[in-house]
């Protein structure tokens, strides 16, 4: 996950190294919320699964 993340602000920065404007940041948060809630979801399910 943590590679996804890094990923996205660097393909954010590369074109022209622009900031994060609020909107960004607000948006980058909600990324890693449903990230971090989709992992723990798969967790879970991993849990009750066993393939």
């Not at 996205?8 to 022209?16: A, I, S």
């Not at 960004?24 to 971090?36: G, N, P, S, T």
């Amino acid at each position: 996950m943590q590679k996804l993340i890094q990923e996205f602000l660097r393909v954010r920065d590369l074109p022209y190294r622009i900031p994060l404007s609020y909107e960004d940041i607000e948006h980058y948060q909600k990324i890693i919320v449903v990230l971090v809630e989709t992992n723990l979801i798969m967790k879970e399910i991993d849990e009750v699964v066993v393939l």
